[in-house]
């Protein structure tokens, strides 16, 4: 699949060349309270650009609110307070400086049940690229749409019915119409939470596929239930338990050689 | 930290430029939902308002204070008339000549005698004395106390004589006129003369009206949603009955007056005007919105009681009874509270029924002929009368205050009982 | 009176029964209760429902029947002079003596014979309710010994009373069936012999609606004339004036509290939209006529325009005032079942909170909202205290909201209300009116509340 000359000139300028892997995101004592329960114990975590990092641990650890804080979802939860700071290129993200609307544009998010919008495939695309108006005619337009779809693997399976609406397609197919609408926008980062866990096992496969090649072009930042998962497509992998970062560490390391027991026991399926 | 130099389209002045148009298009938006809850608010207010400014007058009424001689032959003549206006022609003493204490008469609400014949009855031994007494003033007189006449329009556009007015200012350079709190509007039945108007026989209409919905709308809406939430297979007919109460509880309020004119006036032959009938037709039209709010609450006891109560060996009957019932209590209570406030309104239903009459007489029993508070003010609404315009606003304010009190009951027990599984 | 006496002997028979089924069960096995099929309570029932059930069976047939059985007997006796008319003139003389038994004086002398009859009838009445309690009371003492002797360790009591319990529960599910086959049934039968009278399609499709039957047959417009359009068309007219108030700011309203309010605000607001929706329609009308009203007309006349004193302006603004709430509650309910992962969605590219609403929750909600609209204008078009208040009662077909126009439920409220002749084309009318209102707004209901069910099945 020859994806590369189809990306648009502009999501391509304000790229580094592949492979520095400078520091995109940067989490410092990031602490979250929901009313007065806290779910997050102050949080450090570097995010490394053009990597894809994993983060781990078992249901109610955390690792789902520190996602939903990088770009700033937590915002439409009532009485959800975050402390700490949170860098995007190294401007605080709940800064003066930074949006929560341009964050979020810089900063996609595809979410765990697929939620594809009950509109067309192509107005599904569209949506983002529209509200940002980012498209000035038509074919230009169409040809994001294109380019978002073909780069999400999905373009051979629905070009033909993009006027069919989104929530027609299978369940792997819709995260994948997800996941090409996040791309749609072009933002720097995406975060996906948990995106298979809704998916058979084919499907899955789809996706960690797409993973591995968009992680070319974009900072990816994955939560997963799923070791194996996580194994497979990231390269750095965190181990969140209990509102607690307990360790981060390259993806091999983290998995044969846990420097914490609780990773270690974690890992090994004795509790999860 | 690494810092990338790159900025993003996002960074850019042209989308800062754009985002600030989009964030007026938002204030734009919240502002217009702002504004429909500020209209809907403000509706409340000027509703409200303008019945509380209209009604709390007629509250007070203005009372004539008259030394009557009770003489003996009079009053055995019944003659009461006369003692009354005699008293009032004493009372002001520069009226004279005939045409100007004719026009005195006019002061008194013609109810005085009644109610100077009522005393004397209740008080024989004071027949020979002269005893003071306050009677009601005629309604114009009320009116022009409370300003609502006003003195500085012509005579002939003015609907009391400035006559009227001199004897009315003597009387209260004299102290005797005074305002005192309006009894009778909550002790009397309806009259013609807005002075001896009061509620008290649409109140017990209205209450003989809703014995008879509750009696009938309770016990069978309960039934009726028990049976349908507990034991009723899921099949065709159940679906029927289900969409059929749907339907039924938006049909408009008066195609069940016309079922109440047709079948239970025409068919059955039960009286006109009667609660009876009243109460049939409410229950009829309160009964979806009891099944419907008995099923949301029998829907929200956890089917984890009813297994339990299975699993010990008792049988559907005893587990609806024992268990699930008495759980789904407050939630039923308080839907039916809701219903009976509903009850309590309508109107047009009543209306097909004929138990729109003038009827003075307090109903004593289910099949007299009655009126309903809600249809008492459709019926003063229409009088022309300034006091009765003001009695209106006034049986208004009682009416809400009993749905008030009704909705009040049910959002405390809602409050009290109210139960997350 | 009788009646009373009646209910309570009943009462009092079902609580002896119950004690005397309880007892008797209990001494059967000699306290051994183990060994009765069914808990003694459940015998207690299964005597008291013997005791109470049959003599209350009697009663509800007797209060159904009676009046109509012994006007029978009454109409019988009478002489053929009177009886042998047509339907109409026996209906008259039927009230006639039904007033007359109730002591209700008319204007005209009455014939000895129709005195005589009403005398039979309160005889008659009297009659048969003594006959009432004492058989009655017979048929009770007769339930309660029999049951009684019945009562055995091995009586299936328990099956017994639930078998009944649940006939009588399925009997009440089926009043609101009753109910519609009652409304459809009495507004088709009367309607049938307006129409009857009145050719349908002239009906439904004149232009001219002038009820007043004149008195004498050569008076002017002897015939009345029933076109029915000006009433649809003002009927139209005002709710569609309620309509352009109440959905704009319902729905932005629901749109407010739902996604912009805070909890804290919340808790003022919907007491505020509640408290709307529990007054009374009558008040509704008052406020309309006495206030809404002369503001317009005041408003009008100061800007130049010719304005009615019963503008249809006044009552449609103060009807949609009345069915804000009823779209608001309408439209929360549905917009609160779009899934907030489809809000989450379109945060999550960047959208701002009116652009996700108005760009996915509401085109996500419109079919909920369209029913929600229906469901509103089903309301509009049988409010009948606002229009009967303070719309006119002149028919005239305009789409000018400064006019005065009349509504079918206005009509209805009028043709029935007061003395009326049974039987004339007049009173008949509204039962032809009443048909209309009825078939539009149950095809306006069905098809919203399909319509809500389909919306909310996609979503859960």
Known sequence: MSVQTHIPATAMASRPAAGIHGTKMVARDVKVFYGAKQALKGINLEIQENRVMALIGPSGCGKSTFLRCLNRMNDTIENCRVEGLIALDGEDVYGKNIDAVQLRARVGMVFQKPNPFPKSIYDNIAYG???????????????????????????????????????????????????????????????????????????????????????????????????????????????????????????????????????????????? | MSVAVTKSRYQSEEFSARLRRRYAAERRFRIAGMLAVGIASLMLVVLLGSIVSKGYTAFWQAQIRLEVTLDKQQVEERNYTAIVRQALYAQVPAATDRATRRSLNDLLSSGAPYELEAMVNANPSIVGTTQTVWVRADDEIDQFMKGFIRRDVPESERRLSDVKITAIDALVANGSIRSTFNTTLFTAGDSREPEQAGILGAVVGSALTLVVTMLLSVPIGIAAAVYLEEFAPKNRWTDLIEVNINNLAAVPSIIFGLLGLAVFLGFFGLPRSAPLVGGLVMALMTLPVIIIASRVALKAVPPSIREAALGVGASPLQTVTHHVLPLALPGILTGTIIGMARALGETAPLLMIGMVAFIVDIPGGLTDSATAMPVQIYMWADSPERAFTERTSAAILILLAFLILMNGLAVFLRKKFERRW | MQLTVLLIILALLTVIGYQMGRSRAVASVGGRIVELHSVPSYHGFYVALWAGLPALLLFAFWGASEGWLVMQMVLSGLPDRLVNGDAQSLGLLRADILNLAHGVTTGREPDPEVVAAAERYLRLHALGDWSLLVIGCCIAIGGLLYARGRIDPDLRARNRVERTVNIALVICSLVAILTTIGIVLSLLFEAIRFFAVVNPLEFLFGTHWSPQMAMRADQVGSSGSFGAIPLFAGTLLITGIAMAVAVPVGLMAAIFMSEYASPGLRTWLKPILEVLAGIPTVVYGFFAALTMAPFVRDVGNSLGLSVSSESALAAGFVMGVMIIPFVSSLSDDVINAVPQSLRDGSYGLGATKSETIRLVVLPAALPGIVAAIMLAVSRAIGETMIVTMAAGLTANLTANPLDAVTTVTTQIATLLVGDQEFDSPKTLSAFGLGLVLFVVTLTLNMVALRVVQKYREKYD
């Open chain 1, 129 to 272: 690229p529209r509200i940002h108006g980012i498209a000035s005619h038509r074919d230009e337009m169409d040809e994001i749409v294109q380019t978002s779809l073909q780069r999400a693997g999905l373009w051979n399976e629905v070009k033909d019915r993009l006027r069919e609406p989104g929530t027609g397609l299978s369940g792997g197919q819709q995260q994948r119409l997800c996941i090409a609408r996040a791309i749609a926008v072009s933002p720097e980062v995406i975060l996906m939470d948990e995106p298979c866990s809704a998916l058979d096992p084919i499907a899955t496969a789809h996706i960690e596929e797409l993973i591995d090649e968009l992680r070319e072009n974009y900072t990816i930042v994955i939560v997963t239930h799923n070791m194996q998962q996580a194994a497979r497509v990231s390269q750095k992998t965190a181990f969140f338990h209990l509102g607690d970062m307990v360790e981060c560490d390259d993806t091999e390391e983290i998995f044969t050689n846990p420097r914490d027991e609780r990773t270690q026991g974690y890992i090994t399926g004795r509790y999860g």
